[in-house]
């Protein structure tokens, strides 16, 4: 292993501060749903990260499940916004407000 | 310089660049190309961690399916341009510095703490970890539980999907 493990665990910190920031700056609905991939992908990074130096597979086992609900969460999400989308014309989040009280 | 340490090196910058790239492009459709752009560079830095069972469901399930899922919903609800500059610019800026700050201290922690000092990462472990056949055998043997779970969720977010995206309940 000739790369430091820190390397790889810097750069998935950095990952998840991009998918963050994402979800902070953007407003359209779909962006802010890619960012959330965008960090629990660096989240995933990190599990293969230790499972790979540590050489015990439950982590990348871990990963697997992981993305199973990552699966799961786009297919539902993404049929959210076009419901929404059907009933408001907009993917604005500032503009949907109809759980405001 | 090792090939590893160079190989890594183009990957993360790959996936840096395009994950900032994606919360900055304003058509919906480019965002999306970078991170399966990201997603890629992402397999194969898993497949220089020697996990390569993960790499192929990464391409395969991540770059594959999942967003193919979310460039047909981009395609089939043609999202008008968002607008990048917001009214309240300052939100903005202000998460754009949080963001900073934190990553600097995630940075820091990481660096300071040292993790590798700790392992002994022995290389013919980690391959034998990637493997299908260790992989498989745990998920089969002490992993069976979440395994039948994991595929109850799958049943129920297909269902759940097809009723949201229905027209009319009838």
Redesign the interface.
Known sequence: ???????????S??????????V?????A??I???V??ML?SA??TL??F????????G??F???V??????????G??????L??NKQT??VDEINILKW | MSLELFLFLVFAAVAAVSGILMITRSEVVMAALFLILNLASLAGLYLLLNAQFIAVVQVIVYAGAIMVLFLFVIMLLRPEHEKIVTKISGIRTFAFIIAALVFVQLAYVILKSHPGSALNSDVTASVNAGTVESIGTELYTNYILPFEAAGFLLLAATIGAVVLAKRKFE
Do not use: C, D, K, W
């Open positions: 292993m000739h790369v430091p493990i820190e390397y790889f665990l810097v750069l910190a950095f990952m998840f501060i991009t998918g963050v920031a994402g902070l700056t953007r407003r359209n779909i962006v749903f890619m960012s991939e965008l992908n995933n990074l293969v990260t499972s790979s130096y540590i050489g015990n597979p439950v990348q086992l990963v697997f499940f993305m199973t609900v990552a699966a799961a969460e786009a297919a539902v993404l049929a959210i916004i076009i419901a989308f059907r993917m604005n």
